[in-house]
């Protein structure tokens, strides 16, 4: 019996449980620091309220119940002992035959880790809830507010990092702005809200096309985003952004500008690459522990490529399914093949009814890229109850620009513990 | 033009804006320090993981939108100047020609404020995400450790309080074990939690008749639940209930046992009684205040009852209603009305298929009475959109003992901040 210990129930540690479960000869042992597996590509949906946290996340136990060999545990791993072959999280240590690390990535303020207060980024459901109660909260400070200063404040929106991410939470605000909220106040006016998005480099996008590129960005001005490129940030802290000597005054600062991995590869001493993630060989393993694989943005994987893999889901999906294939093959007698990664190519969205497509040499936008990005992205969500509301939620909010989830909830839940209205701590 | 100020936007506050909606001569300024109406009476459901929080709140700018002369701000009253007509919130001073306060009630620990941390009452979208993630933490601590006291504190759920809230959450309770958790854990068994429900007079369900009381509790039991009466709490700590010399181990203790009004008007100075709950007149008004209205669980109301009107909904939703009409009349130069209460009996549910009714002579329970409690909150739910999802998660959930949203959302969202899996306080 081979006791296999993923860590992390992300894309790439699921789809290598779901191979593994009920498999004769071998015990399935998940970590995870979160109850849920995430669908991440939609969670600037619920950052946006547009969705509830339920319809992109499912208790990793649920989706594993059926498979009586593998064993869910909510625990967070803080090491591992290479020589022991241990596992050692905060409640238990664990000893394995098979490792695998999928942990993921978190973002990287480059040495500005006191950013991340004024500048949430993207990357759990804590997260996106705490930008959706920022969001929603500075147009209840500004509908209170008569002070012009403060108001322009609140309704000015700084989005950093001009990737997929940065332009899907940019357009989504454009859209709040423009259309959700448009009727519901009387002191302000939502559609002169300020979105800006900001990106060091060049271009955005800088992954896609220059072609498609510059169609996002047309189609983010049209919902009213001022993009900035070549504008490195320098400062950001409660009331805005410095940019060199420009200073843009803003409540709302969202970071979508770059991620590091996980620290784990870096505390157990193996060969990591300049953002952290671990090197790995052609199987994904990690080069003279064959016992360890890594899989999803945790791996740095470039065997006959020039840059290594990207962070994108179907990278990780394929890498945990192609984990688990190799260790049942193993424990069978048999030999362990290489990674070969099928380009299922790179999509972003931009507002309610716009993509881009570049698969290759394809290169698509406009309303048939989006119908393809909402048909791709409901298939892939994980169980069939949260694919089917998902959809309905969609269908109905795209024919009446609603958004079903505008809930400010504030962080304290005591009544006599001084709670104050959500938002009023710049006031 | 008359100002007519509202506080809450509950039941009473909102159902009395809308009458007051785009009516001549008057304008609404609604104050409430949540952005959104909460439909209380499926709080419960947020609180045991069936319902999303967005499934049962709705932000109250957007159910007011097409009033052009009603004002929503998100601010907290502190007090009212009676003198000077004015409301003073947090952020703003306002001056009325009306007043309505329907800013309801709070849990009460009689006395005991300090239990409120380990006992959690159920009032608010964020006490309710708290429960959840007690109530689904507990499970996942108990299936880390392998220390069998613990895993007996972690299983055992106490709820003190046998009203309709109390009996609810323990009838939810006991199906979250027996059914939708059953399969998912390998060291624990769900179907072995204790669940008590704890009531310090001699029977549960005291305003129901005797006979009805004692179906629920023999459909309680049906679920697992154990029934205490006439055991008064004496102390709650973190790690179980005291009931006089006996002690209860016990991780999760959630408070049904009662409320008190909201302190707005005992800070008034006017008359208020045992639970502070503002006496009011014949009309809603307050003695020598006739500009002045209380409408909801704020009010006690006793024209012609041996009682004051119990903190129901349809109290609640009536009162606004009356209270605005009576605000239209007075502007049209016309006499006021007193009110009077259209009973519309009270129900309470266990379980997923079970419930009680009673309404006058009438009483029946089972599910019939289930169906019937189905169809009236999903008729009263405020907002189409609401209440089509929230039929069909039901339907849903009533066909394979789902549970849609089992998410254990952590307080903290950073992720270099100490963040720990939720549910890690006391290991």
């Known amino acids: ?130 930008i959706r109660r920022r969001v929603l909260g500075v147009f209840e400070e500004a509908e209170r507010t008569s002070d012009c200063g403060r108001q322009l404040r609140h309704l000015t929106f700084v989005i950093v990092g001009g990737g997929p991410t940065g332009v899907e939470l940019a357009g989504a605000i454009g859209e709040i702005c423009r259309y959700t909220l448009a009727k519901d106040f009387r002191n302000i006016n939502p559609r002169q809200a300020r979105i800006i998005l900001i990106e060091a480099g060049p271009r955005i996008l800088p992954s896609f096309s220059v072609s498609l590129a510059d169609e996002a960005a047309r189609d983010l001005a049209a919902l009213g985003v001022q993009v900035r490129t070549s504008s490195p940030v320098t400062g950001i802290d409660s009331q805005g952004v410095q940019l060199g000597l420009e200073r843009l005054e803003a409540s709302t600062i969202l970071w979508a500008a770059g991620v590091e991995a996980s620290p784990i590869g870096r505390s157990m001493g193996v060969e990591t690459d300049r953002l952290g993630r671990i090197v790995v060989e052609a199987d994904l393993s990690i080069s003279k522990h064959p016992e360890i694989f890594v899989a999803g943005d945790l791996a740095s994987f470039s065997h006959g490529r020039t840059t290594p893999l990207p962070g994108l889901a179907p990278v990780a999906l394929q890498q945990g399914r192609f984990i688990a294939r190799n260790i049942l093959r193993e424990t069978a007698g048999q030999a362990r093949r290489t990674f070969r990664y099928l380009d299922k190519g790179q999509l972003a969205t931009i507002g309610r009814s716009k993509a881009i497509i570049e698969l290759g040499r394809l290169r698509f936008r406009g309303l048939l890229a989006w119908l393809v990005w909402v048909v791709i992205h409901i298939y892939y969500l994980i169980s069939f109850e949260n694919r089917f509301f998902v959809t309905l939620h969609w269908v109905w909010s795209f024919f009446n620009f609603r958004r079903g989830a505008r809930l400010i909830i504030n962080k304290e839940w005591r009544f006599y513990g001084k709670k104050t209205a959500a938002g009023n701590k710049d006031a």
């Open 1 to 130: 019996m081979k006791h296999v210990i993923i860590v992390g129930g992300g894309f790439a540690g699921l789809n290598a449980a779901k191979i593994l479960g009920n498999k004769k000869d071998i015990r399935v042992t998940l970590l995870d620091n979160h109850n849920h597996h995430l669908f991440q590509p939609l969670l600037y949906q619920v950052a946006m309220a547009a969705l509830s946290p339920a319809e992109i996340a499912v208790p990793i136990r649920r989706i594993l119940a059926d498979y009586r060999n593998i064993t869910v545990l909510q625990d967070e791993v803080t090491g591992v002992d290479l020589l022991q072959r241990t596992v050692i999280a905060r409640e238990c240590s664990l000893q394995y035959d098979y490792l695998l690390l999928a942990c993921g990535v978190k973002h990287a303020y480059f040495g500005h880790e006191e950013w991340e207060e004024y500048a949430p980024g993207l990357k759990t459901i804590e997260q996106a809830t705490e």
